[in-house]
């Protein structure tokens, strides 16, 4: 007789009848409750999340302050949209950003509900301002699964597969690689010769780049790199988009990635950590830009949910109250240096790399090329899952595992994550 199934193994029993296999789940688990970085899956185990749903949760999860904003304002107004009638909340969320992102200049924001979804609508503002139709984006970049989405990703797998045809006029340019021999001096002469071979600087409405690209790798642009872009940007009308969906929010040690290069974005692309769980996204930019499209050219019927604006008016109360920025600063030195040491102890570590406490480790085979592992990478998950840790891989041969734990992670905690993957490094053969 065969012994009785987990309550994980039962709903993923139930899950892959009903759950088309297209929609991947990294672990095998299935959840029942978390708090602040802890997860328990359906059998009791307990884990540490270093995933944060994907780095969503900088506030960690159930912040009792985010709690109270949603249970209060969904007795109060849960959904009306915004194209309807205005509520307050839509308007302080728009006004708080507004302030953080503007550094004293007139920026205006409108709310939508996925990164994906404010993305797309950062390209049609930038084309309705401009009235140009190329948009340049860059290899590595990750900016949704939407079509248009997957095609201004720099990723070929598992995004793009048999999707095609994409939309035109989308064009990639190199993003600066050190580890990989490409910094940014040839990074910005290749996007030059683009302009020269592929398309003309005037045709290109915007460049759009994740200042640490996060599926592609937890790479940082550098600033020379982030300063170039601002600079031929403004030199040929181009609107310079900041994906900040996954670097933002206190993430990389200051509240958006951009910032560490000392520039100013047209429009900056916000999610993910913006609203503690719930789904909230938004562009953010200069007024005049966010102005071009006429009324009704934006929107969307969930855009701005009111319970989500209560969540995010909640989160970055939070951050002041609770000085976040300090306390990722002080975590990403802790992790940086725990993770430096792990790669004394284990050569298959190619480089420790990332910014605050936006980090990663690349896993290489040890060869004379530093030759990309993902086998090895995987390994390292699975058997750090084994331990009780959480984390999942990126970059573009797959090869990466990146740490997302929330700002909110004790120092007991990471100190209890570093040992459990260094179990996981043992037991990967690294």
Same mark, same amino acid.
């Given at each position: 007789?065969?012994?009785?199934?987990?309550?994980?193994?039962?709903?993923?029993?139930?899950?892959?009848?009903?759950?088309?296999?297209?929609?991947?789940?990294?672990?095998?688990?299935?959840?029942?409750?978390?708090?602040?970085?802890?997860?328990?899956?359906?059998?009791?185990?307990?884990?540490?999340?270093?995933?944060?749903?994907?780095?969503?949760?900088?506030?960690?999860?159930?912040?009792?302050?985010?709690?109270?904003?949603?249970?209060?304002?969904?007795?109060?107004?849960?959904?009306?949209?915004?194209?309807?009638?205005?509520?307050?909340?839509?308007?302080?969320? %728009? !006004?708080?950003?507004?302030?953080?992102?503007?550094?004293?200049?007139?920026?205006?924001?409108?709310?939508?509900?996925?990164?994906?979804?404010?993305?797309?609508?950062?390209?049609?503002?930038?084309?309705?301002?401009?009235?140009?139709?190329? +948009?340049?984006?860059?290899?590595?970049?990750?900016?949704?699964?939407?079509?248009?989405?997957?095609?201004?990703?720099?990723?070929?797998?598992?995004?793009?597969?048999?999707?095609?045809?994409?939309?035109?006029?989308?064009?990639?340019?190199?993003?600066?690689?050190?580890?990989?021999?490409?910094?940014?001096?040839? !990074?910005?002469?290749?996007?030059?010769?683009?302009?020269?071979?592929?398309?003309?600087?005037?045709?290109?409405?915007?460049?759009?780049?994740?200042?640490?690209?996060?599926?592609?790798?937890?790479?940082?642009?550098?600033?020379?790199?982030?300063?170039?872009?601002?600079?031929?940007?403004?030199?040929?009308?181009?609107?310079?988009?900041?994906?900040?969906?996954?670097?933002?929010?206190?993430?990389?040690?200051?509240?958006?990635?951009?910032?560490?290069?000392?520039?100013?974005?047209?429009?900056?692309?916000?999610?993910?950590?913006?609203?503690?769980?719930?789904?909230?996204?938004? +562009? +953010?930019?200069?007024?005049?830009?966010?102005?071009?499209?006429?009324?009704?050219?934006?929107?969307?019927?969930?855009?701005?949910?009111?319970?989500?604006?209560?969540?995010?008016?909640?989160?970055?109360?939070?951050?002041?109250?609770?000085?976040?920025?300090?306390?990722?600063?002080?975590?990403?030195?802790?992790?940086?240096?725990?993770?430096?040491?792990?790669?004394?102890?284990?050569?298959?570590?190619?480089? +420790?790399?990332?910014?605050?406490?936006?980090?990663?480790?690349?896993?290489?085979?040890?060869?004379?090329?530093?030759?990309?592992?993902?086998?090895?990478?995987?390994?390292?998950?699975?058997?750090?899952?084994?331990?009780?840790?959480?984390?999942?891989?990126?970059?573009?041969?797959?090869?990466?595992?990146?740490?997302?734990?929330?700002?909110?992670?004790?120092?007991?905690?990471?100190?209890?994550?570093?040992?459990?993957?260094?179990?996981?490094?043992?037991? %990967?053969?690294?």
């Amino acid at each position: 007789m065969n012994p009785p199934l987990s309550e994980n193994q039962r709903l993923l029993a139930w899950r892959d009848e009903n759950v088309p296999r297209g929609i991947a789940t990294a672990h095998p688990l299935v959840a029942a409750r978390a708090d602040g970085a802890e997860l328990w899956d359906v059998d009791g185990r307990r884990y540490l999340d270093f995933v944060g749903g994907i780095g969503v949760l900088n506030t960690g999860h159930n912040h009792p302050k985010v709690v109270e904003a949603v249970q209060h304002q969904v007795q109060q107004l849960s959904h009306a949209s915004f194209q309807v009638v205005a509520y307050e909340p839509y308007i302080a969320v %728009a !006004a708080r950003l507004n302030a953080l992102v503007g550094n004293g200049e007139h920026y205006k924001t409108a709310l939508f509900t996925s990164g994906a979804e404010a993305v797309e609508n950062a390209i049609k503002i930038a084309r309705g301002y401009t009235d140009r139709p190329a +948009v340049i984006s860059f290899t590595g970049g990750f900016h949704g699964r939407t079509l248009l989405g997957v095609t201004l990703t720099g990723m070929s797998q598992p995004y793009k597969q048999n999707f095609g045809p994409f939309p035109a006029e989308i064009y990639h340019a190199t993003y600066p690689n050190p580890y990989r021999g490409i910094d940014s001096d040839e !990074a910005l002469a290749r996007l030059d010769e683009l302009f020269a071979t592929d398309v003309a600087p005037d045709r290109v409405a915007a460049i759009l780049i994740e200042p640490v690209q996060g599926d592609g790798g937890f790479i940082a642009a550098p600033k020379v790199f982030l300063q170039g872009l601002r600079e031929r940007c403004d030199r040929h009308g181009i609107v310079l988009i900041i994906d900040e969906i996954q670097a933002g929010f206190g993430r990389t040690g200051k509240m958006f990635g951009f910032q560490h290069a000392g520039i100013q974005p047209d429009l900056v692309t916000v999610a993910k950590s913006l609203a503690g769980g719930m789904p909230l996204s938004g +562009v +953010v930019g200069r007024a005049a830009i966010m102005d071009a499209p006429a009324p009704g050219g934006l929107g969307g019927t969930y855009g701005g949910n009111g319970v989500a604006c209560a969540a995010a008016l909640a989160v970055l109360d939070v951050f002041e109250s609770q000085d976040l920025l300090a306390q990722g600063e002080a975590l990403a030195q802790q992790l940086h240096q725990g993770l430096l040491a792990l790669q004394q102890a284990h050569p298959r570590i190619g480089e +420790v790399r990332g910014l605050g406490f936006m980090q990663a480790i690349e896993m290489v085979a040890g060869d004379a090329a530093n030759s990309p592992d993902a086998a090895l990478a995987q390994r390292v998950i699975d058997e750090a899952r084994h331990a009780g840790l959480l984390v999942i891989k990126c970059g573009v041969h797959r090869n990466v595992v990146r740490f997302l734990a929330p700002l909110v992670t004790t120092p007991a905690q990471l100190a209890e994550a570093l040992q459990m993957l260094s179990q996981a490094l043992d037991a %990967a053969g690294a």
